[in-house]
């Protein structure tokens, strides 16, 4: 089970130019070792308002298919908006991310 944590800044009405550089955290969980899993938290600020999540097939001087997207087995996010960051009452909940293709996750439009 891999969770996402994506957070999204509500205050402005206005468009603005994408960030060049985004913030990504990982958090690693081994508590299922046993069985040859590792849940993978990441935590990161959205730049549009439907990011799609996709891991490369191949890697340069490669000739092989990697894949590396098949050893995932769900992918699950939880949306947390400023709002709900500064009333710590509020509270998000895990839902499921669209498989679109073999190696990319749409998240629904916030």
């Not at 439907?50 to 949306?79: D, H, K, Q």
Request: aromatic share 12%; no cysteine.
């Amino acid at each position: 089970m891999t969770t996402l944590s994506l957070s999204q800044n509500r205050s402005s009405n206005h468009q603005s130019a994408p960030k060049l550089t985004t913030d990504i955290s990982y958090q690693l969980d081994f508590d299922r070792f046993f069985e040859h899993l590792v849940d993978v938290t990441l935590s990161f600020t959205a730049d549009t308002a439907s990011p799609r999540l996709w891991l490369p097939a191949w890697i340069p001087g490669s000739y092989l298919m990697r894949e590396f997207a098949r050893n995932i087995t769900a992918v699950y996010y939880r949306i947390e908006n400023q709002e709900s960051k500064e009333h710590s009452g509020a509270s998000s909940f895990k839902q499921r991310a669209n498989k679109i293709d073999k190696n990319t996750w749409q998240l629904p439009q916030v």
